[in-house]
């Protein structure tokens, strides 16, 4: 089954006059949808966009893996065990909140920031928070979340390129930029697709594109 979900489809949140601009593909805060409360272990996938100087303020999670990838401009992050970053394109972003963790994400540089911030379930909640980044990730190296069973796939496929998804019970697939032809459908910026139950696939750029993939074993 392929479940394509398009750009405009997405909830809008966020707070305009504080230069804040959220695209949400899941039901999400007052956004509530009961039949789009999450995809295998993904449970959040948020476009966002902060104005120069905009952000968000301290706030909490817990048993969540938070993972972020930058799409333009520079991530500012803190939180509450004592780790602070500058996030950037091509970077992996990875908070375990676990038991309980607090943080700040802001836009600290002169240049709009774009980033996609998706939430996955945890296998087992609780433990102690952790939290790493993977700068210039590679698209031959998917980025492991173990404690929610998935890989991150990041591919830059050039154009008329072929690209082999995987085969596995959950496949999440988001378009970044460019644009993905998959079976009868073509995704474009923001676009989505949710395949489970199929096995074979493959997905052609027309031209260049970058395309987060999600691989889930099985939903927590």
């Known amino acids: 089954m392929i479940d394509v979900r398009?750009?405009?489809?997405?909830?809008?949140?966020?707070?305009?006059?504080?230069?804040?601009?959220?695209?949400?593909?899941?039901?999400?805060?007052?956004?509530?949808?009961?039949d789009n409360l999450r995809f295998g272990a993904v449970l959040a996938c948020n476009e966002e966009r902060l104005a120069p100087g905009a952000g968000f303020d301290e706030h909490p999670h817990s048993h969540t893996e938070i993972v972020t990838w930058v799409v333009e401009g520079e991530l500012t992050h803190r939180d509450s065990t004592g780790h602070e970053s500058l996030v950037r394109p091509g970077d992996v972003q990875h908070l375990s909140a676990a038991g309980g963790v607090r943080h700040i994400e802001r836009n600290d540089g002169p240049a709009p920031l774009v980033f996609v911030q998706m939430w996955l379930a945890p296998l087992t909640p609780g433990g102690d928070p952790s939290y790493e980044v993977v700068h210039g990730i590679a698209d031959s190296t998917p980025y492991a979340v173990p404690g929610a069973g998935a890989l991150l796939h990041v591919r830059r496929p050039a154009a008329g390129e072929r690209l082999g998804l995987p085969d596995a019970p959950f496949v999440f697939v988001h378009v970044v930029r460019g644009e993905l032809a998959l079976a009868e459908d073509r995704l474009g910026p923001g676009d989505s697709a949710r395949i489970s139950g199929e096995a074979g696939l493959e997905a052609v750029a027309p031209d260049a594109a970058e395309v987060l993939i999600w691989e889930m074993a099985s939903a927590p």
């Open 6 to 34: 398009r750009s405009g489809d997405r909830y809008r949140g966020g707070e305009t006059a504080a230069g804040i601009e959220s695209r949400h593909a899941f039901s999400f805060g007052p956004h509530y949808d009961p």
